[in-house]
């Protein structure tokens, strides 16, 4: 079965510094797809930076960064130049492919980003 | 830019009532999907939708619910008897298929109360 594991429950950054949000999965399947999304205060779900395990980069979107080691199963989310609107919650997200039906989120990291 | 919809955002209802939560995916996608979040919980899967059929339920998706897409344009979940712990924050998705592994579109979601 597969598994999404977020350790951090909340983190705090200072505006304009980097921050790392940690993602861990597991699946023996060698076909997967790893997102992460996030979630402001209003509710909706936004998608952020995309990852399929035969990448041999890893992806960039903006100042979002996924820093992928797949020895270690472990997909983190990095942002770079943190902005106050960056306070939210950010999902990881897993589906096995290539032709997944469902994603698998972990629980979830706040973050605070503070002036 | 093309963006899934639904309505409506909030919905309050009795225990015992049915309630429809009706979404518009993005107009060239094919696969279709319902999501629900307990309030302060992960995103879970209910169920996946593809060529006019169920592809995948989960565990939550018991006989109270269904989906139904009536016509080109709308995918419904409707539950027929409302229970208290029915009460979250229901997204509808749709995914073009091909392309990025499993990648899928978040609407802004509707809040079900159940009193």
Same mark, same amino acid.
Do not use: H
């Given at each position: 079965a597969q598994k999404i594991t977020q350790t951090q429950p909340g983190m705090f950054v200072q505006e304009k510094e980097a921050v790392t949000l940690d993602c861990t999965y597991d699946t023996s399947d060698p076909s997967y797809g790893?997102?992460?999304?996030?979630?402001?205060?209003?509710?909706?779900? &936004?998608?952020? &930076?995309?990852?399929?395990? @035969?990448?041999?980069?890893?992806?960039?979107?903006?100042?979002?960064?996924?820093?992928?080691?797949?020895?270690?199963?472990?997909?983190?989310?990095? &942002?770079?130049?943190?902005?106050?609107?960056?306070?939210?919650? @950010?999902?990881?997200?897993m589906i096995l492919g290539p032709y997944g039906n469902k994603l698998v989120f972990g629980a979830g990291t706040i973050l605070r980003v503070k002036s | 830019e093309p963006e899934v919809t639904q309505t409506p955002s909030h919905q309050v209802t009795q225990m015992g009532q049915e309630v429809i939560l009706r979404c518009v995916p993005i107009s060239n996608h094919l696969y279709f999907y319902w999501y629900r979040q307990i309030l302060g919980q992960k995103v879970e899967f209910l169920v996946s939708f593809y060529?006019?059929?169920? !592809?995948?339920? #989960?565990?939550?998706?018991?006989?109270?619910? !269904?989906?139904? *897409?009536?016509?080109? #344009?709308?995918?419904?979940?409707?539950? *027929?008897s409302t229970k208290l712990e029915d009460s979250a924050m229901y997204f509808c998705a749709s995914s073009p298929g091909g392309g990025r592994v499993g990648e899928q579109f978040f609407g802004p979601g509707t809040r079900l109360t159940v009193l």
């Open positions: 790893l997102f992460w999304y996030k979630q402001p205060s209003s509710g909706e779900m &936004i998608f952020l &930076i995309y990852q399929g395990s @035969y990448d041999q980069q890893n992806a960039t979107e903006g100042r979002y960064s996924l820093n992928f080691q797949k020895a270690r199963k472990s997909a983190n989310l990095v &942002i770079s130049a943190s902005q106050l609107g960056d306070s939210a919650m @950010y999902f990881c997200a | 060529n006019n059929e169920i !592809s995948e339920k #989960s565990e939550i998706f018991d006989d109270q619910f !269904s989906v139904e *897409r009536p016509d080109g #344009s709308n995918f419904t979940l409707k539950i *027929r």
